[in-house]
């Protein structure tokens, strides 16, 4: 069923090879591309989609070269961003030297007075990547994409975008003097067109919903109109994907090195969740954390949760759904990492789980009230979910969790609209005294 649902792609794919340079491109430790389905595997390029059986493209490495402590000190003694871990990434080994937004080290809050309000006793904390430059976790993916599209020589950087990445991509195509030319819904939340399209590239709304979207990007893609474009998501997505594992590799180092018992991601395409584990998984290979279970959980809103339908119904396959939530930037209806979403919560305990909107609401406003954290919807969908799990008692409250918060909430204003004044009084001492404020 995965492999009949990307043979278009595929073919695509394959088109986008043919217009590509020849010539070999040094991405350090990366070796090539590799299927996730049959690991078939293809020389590095700007492909995303297996020519064998239509599964998905992503990063193999050799780290055999590695010692772990000196490893870890050169990770240390890195720069306070992503390129810290630039050993462990398909990127030069200039790489920090380039014109990029350098996103990343974004603080790890230990939530203390969150944890007291759900009943959390084993150390609860929230990733908060608000902090990027776009204050959103995409400048992650979107910083990886740009140097790959600066290896295969593209010009023109684009995506397909349910708000946040097309940002990103708009401040890294400036940054760094590339053209970018991005596609999104139509309606999306006012705020985050704005911040889309103040940093001077094309900006162009699509009448539809993101998946819309994303068909028209990889019809795009294979036309003549399309050459020399980098889509960060189409394909660069091998190498976009790999900005969410900095994530995995920040959380395990800012709790000293050690893995989180259990770890709350929201789920739009799933590549997201998978990248995280996939860098779980390398920090064990490289002896820099200790190997022991962890629990990874994924959350989606309720009007829009093809992945957590799937999970509770015990399926395999993801089916699609057309997107009705507040959470746009989750409001992916066929999300193309979904099954693996599936195979990895499975596989290390965890669920996937989802809220209404107005749980999303009450989450973003108890975030924002425990610990002045304003979340968008998208972190109110994580909080939310957080909750929902500890009340079921799936979530073990003895146990580290780490909860992520992957954009700003000023994004989504109009989620949480009804909020305002506490009171308006005259200005003086009486009318203070009779709106009962002293």
């Not at 009448?207 to 990889?218: A, H, I, K, Q, T």
């Not at 020399?228 to 994907?241: E, H, I, Q, T």
């Amino acid at each position: 069923m995965r492999k009949m649902r990307r043979k278009g792609l595929a073919s695509m794919a394959v088109q986008t090879v043919a217009t590509t340079s020849e010539s070999t491109v040094d991405l350090g430790p990366a070796t090539a591309l590799s299927c996730r389905e049959c690991g078939h595997r293809v020389p590095l390029g700007p492909v995303f989609a297996c020519e064998e059986c239509f599964g998905p493209l992503e990063i193999a490495y050799d780290f055999s070269a590695y010692d772990t402590e000196e490893l870890r000190r050169r990770i240390e003694a890195g720069p306070a961003n992503i390129w810290r871990y630039a050993p462990l990434l398909p990127v030069p080994a200039d790489v920090a030297g380039k014109p990029n937004i350098n996103p990343g080290w974004t603080k790890l809050v230990k939530a203390d007075n969150l944890a007291r309000e759900l009943g959390v006793t084993g150390g609860l904390y929230v990733k908060d990547d608000s902090g990027n430059p776009t204050h959103s976790f995409k400048d992650r993916v979107v910083a990886q994409a740009l140097e790959a599209a600066r290896a295969f020589g593209f010009t023109t950087l684009s995506c397909s975008s349910t708000g946040n990445l097309a940002g990103a991509v708009g401040a890294a195509a400036a940054r760094a003097g590339f053209r970018s030319c991005v596609f999104i819904p139509h309606d999306l939340e006012q705020g985050k067109i704005v911040m889309a399209a103040v940093y001077g590239g094309e900006l162009v709304g699509i009448e539809g919903n993101y998946d819309d979207v994303n068909r028209f990007c990889s019809e795009l893609i294979g036309d003549p109109a399309g050459e020399g474009w980098g889509f960060v998501n189409v394909n660069l997505r091998p190498y976009y994907a790999e900005g969410s594992k900095t994530l995995a590799y920040e959380i395990c180092e800012q709790l000293g090195w050690r893995l989180p018992d259990q770890i709350v991601v929201p789920i739009a395409s799933g590549s997201q969740l998978t990248k995280i584990d996939k860098g779980l998984q390398e920090l064990i290979k490289l002896g820099l954390v200790e190997d022991r279970p962890y629990k990874i959980f994924g959350a989606q809103a309720e009007g829009c949760s093809p992945v957590s339908t799937a999970f509770k119904a015990g399926h395999d396959v993801v089916r699609p759904q057309k997107p009705n939530t507040i959470a746009k930037s989750l409001a992916i209806g066929n999300p193309a990492d979904g099954p693996y979403v599936l195979d990895i919560a499975r596989r290390t305990g965890g669920a996937v789980e989802d809220v209404t909107d107005e749980q999303v609401v009450d989450a973003i406003k108890l975030l924002a009230r425990t610990e002045g954290i304003f979340a968008e919807t998208a972190g109110g969908v994580t909080v939310g979910v957080t909750r929902k799990l500890l009340e079921a008692g799936v979530l073990d409250p003895a146990k580290t969790t780490v909860v992520l918060n992957t954009g700003d909430g000023l994004k989504t204003l109009d989620a949480v609209a009804g909020t305002g004044l506490t009171a308006t009084i005259r200005p003086t001492l009486d009318s203070f005294r009779e709106a009962g404020l002293a």
